[in-house]
């Protein structure tokens, strides 16, 4: 029997993007033919070894309006020129030409928001592009059969906004696998000093990083913040390290594949998840961060957003900032690393992992994908 063939796009340059790598995955246990379309910068990495095709577009433009636009175009002459059963679509920068060809072939289109895209802070600041993209979502929206997103708050959202009925699926990486955990000294990381660590590949605006970087004016020698990631903020990031002189307290490292990280991950002592909540996107968010430190054991310091204050206060893996004041960001940081119950938080965060776990969240998607064809 011939295998059906699925086409996965998303805007990003694939690297470091472990949800739409484990989506592919699936995809390939459920033996479908997949081609994953994305696109490649001047900085792009290499991509790890795939048994699946990936095409990456090497674009005129790396931003702004006529890299959308470009983005696309390009995107839809692959996407009529290339045979697929079925259509995957990640979020909604990529959703215009699929919605197009899923009309003029007649097939399956899965979309999968894994955010509140019109709510995010580069959109809410600019009324006019903002607007473009809110008609575009609530032309096509209302249509979509075949909805995924990150967690239950944004499934209500859509439901709410345009009756769209969304299935969620955590962003929660694959951990089954044996996994030996280099040493400190391996990693170049110091073993007398407790680490702090802020990951991702959005350590954009309104996510507490600049204020957790000057919290550290308030910390003494034997605490180190990591930053591991990409993101708007952190060359303003650098440069206040600068300013303020915490060369020796704040290292930075680029984005790296997620095996990597996970090394730096399992070697901190305190996760940090510190989004204002300056927009629906953030208030309802739920970062990929938050399940790679329960799995890697370390509590974490979190700001009190609905679905994180939710995981964080049911488990016991972690306290909470009040506010965004560095002394006070600086306080926590200190009172739960010498906290009596530090301890018990590291043992709460093993009993969560096993409850959010990839087992848990893969079979809703494969039952969701056989759900297209029945």
């Excluded at 696109?39 to 095409?55: A, E, G, H, T």
């Excluded at 309104?206 to 990631?229: C, M, P, Q, T």
Aim: with cysteine.
């Amino acid at each position: 029997m011939q295998k059906k063939k699925v086409i996965v796009s998303v805007i990003n340059d694939l690297v470091t993007d472990q949800r739409v790598a484990r989506t592919c995955s699936v995809l390939h246990e459920l033996n479908y033919d997949i081609l994953l379309v994305g696109r490649k910068l001047k900085v792009s990495k290499p991509l790890d070894n795939r048994p699946y095709k990936c095409i990456r577009m090497k674009l005129h433009f790396e931003q702004g309006p006529l890299f959308y636009i470009w983005f696309n175009i390009r995107l839809f002459f692959i996407l009529i020129f290339t045979k697929a059963d079925v259509l995957f679509s990640n979020d909604l920068d990529t959703l215009f030409p699929n919605y197009l060809i899923s009309k003029l072939k007649s097939i399956p289109l899965v979309y999968d928001s894994h955010e509140i895209f019109c709510e995010v802070p580069e959109l809410t600041s600019r009324p006019f592009k903002k607007r473009i993209w809110e008609l575009l979502e609530s032309w096509i929206l209302p249509k979509l059969r075949f909805c995924i997103t990150v967690n239950q708050s944004i499934a209500n959202y859509f439901l709410e906004k345009y009756n769209s009925k969304f299935i969620y699926i955590r962003n929660i990486a694959d951990y089954s696998k044996e996994f030996s955990i280099k040493s400190k000294y391996d990693l170049n990381l110091p073993t007398d000093k407790k680490i702090v660590i802020l990951q991702g590949a959005g350590i954009n605006i309104d996510r507490g990083a600049e204020e957790l970087v000057e919290s550290f004016n308030y910390l003494n020698d034997n605490y180190l913040l990591l930053i591991i990631g990409s993101g708007d903020v952190v060359l303003k990031l650098k440069n206040d390290v600068l300013r303020f002189n915490l060369q020796n307290k704040v290292k930075f490292i680029d984005k790296i594949p997620t095996t990597e990280l996970r090394h730096y991950t399992a070697n901190a002592h305190l996760g940090v998840s510190i989004d204002k909540d300056s927009n629906l996107n953030y208030h309802f968010s739920l970062p990929n961060k938050i399940f790679d430190y329960i799995h890697a054991g370390i509590p974490i310091l979190a700001s009190k957003l609905t679905e994180i204050e939710q995981i964080i206060s049911k488990h016991q893996i972690g306290i909470f900032i009040d506010n965004h004041n560095p002394k006070h960001i600086a306080s926590q940081i200190e009172t739960i690393l010498n906290s009596s119950h530090y301890l018990d938080y590291k043992t709460n965060t093993l009993i969560a992992s096993a409850q959010y776990n990839w087992h848990i969240e893969k079979k809703k998607l494969i039952d969701f994908m056989n759900q297209i064809f029945d």
